[in-house]
């Protein structure tokens, strides 16, 4: 990706309320544009796993998130200030107090597999009372607990994972909310 992964902005300054960004999966966002001779060189559009631009800043809410950068570089952006660690950006900003920098273990990225993988800490982790959380993945698959990990989400259902796709471990416990 050669932007920011996930990008708030353009909203007139003073009418942001009530955004939330909650529960993805944002890595290596913009950290590296091909330069057209196989390597890369800094990416010239916005930076960083998550961005909330400054007119969008106000009445935002930014948790529960797993970000990482497998090189330096811009993790998160808030209005005008670019940050290099997640714990850089909460102790600024006060945003993402359940966030997470992490290898989010994806089962094969390289060959677009984002699905998770067992051990991620994006499992079982997600807040399932975060506005717009749905009762399904991305590949419509229900949520489920997997028994191997500890439940640390929030919400209704504690073991809801981030991200678009929930892990599928081989035995399976569902449960009813």
């Not at 950290?31 to 800043?57: E, H, L, W, Y």
């Not at 984002?114 to 499992?123: C, H």
């Not at 209704?156 to 892990?167: F, N, T, V």
């Amino acid at each position: 990706n050669v932007s920011a992964g996930i990008n708030l902005e353009g909203v007139a300054s003073g009418t942001s309320t009530g955004f939330t960004i909650a529960n993805n999966v944002a890595v290596d966002n913009a950290i590296g544009c091909p330069d057209g001779a196989g390597g890369t060189v800094k990416c010239p559009r916005t930076r960083g796993n998550i961005r909330v631009d400054s007119t969008s800043q106000l009445g935002t809410q930014v948790d529960s998130d797993l970000v990482n950068l497998s090189t330096a570089g811009t993790m998160m952006a808030w209005g005008s200030t670019s940050y290099t660690s997640l714990a850089a950006f909460r102790t600024a900003s006060g945003q993402e107090p359940r966030g997470i920098q992490a290898d989010p273990r994806l089962a094969d990225p390289a060959r677009g597999d984002f699905t998770l993988g067992a051990g991620s800490p994006a499992v079982d982790s997600a807040d399932s009372g975060a506005p717009g959380e749905a009762t399904t993945d991305a590949a419509g698959q229900a949520r489920v607990d997997d028994p191997a990990t500890v439940n640390s989400g929030l919400g209704p259902r504690a073991y809801d994972d981030r991200g678009a796709y929930e892990y599928q471990p081989s035995t399976v416990s569902q449960v009813t909310p």
